[in-house]
């Protein structure tokens, strides 16, 4: 597991030594905490607007894969969606005469 870039690291007994107002306040002020245990990353601790940003680009990274995924397999060919509908055995008309759902 990578250790975020500029992130310092602690271990859960100097986290629990700091007490966690003074690691959210760390947070708020822009300070990302990486919490370990026996070596190994178990936690972070980070703010608000950093998990916006890290949220944000992972929301970003799976538009660009499914993008580049479409891309690559994407044959050209198109389907119209009167054809999709006979395929269901519907036409548009079928479709509209359905009850709303409420």
Partial sequence: MAIPRDAHELTVTEA?????AKLVAEAEQGSDRVVTRRHRP???VVGMDRLAAIEEAAADLHDLALVLARSV????ER???DDVLAAFGHTRDSIAALPDDE
């Fill in 79 to 81: 389907t119209s969606l």
């Fill in 16 to 20: 629990a030594q700091r007490g966690v």
């Fill in 73 to 76: 397999t994407d044959s050209g």
């Fill in 42 to 44: 178990v936690a972070a």
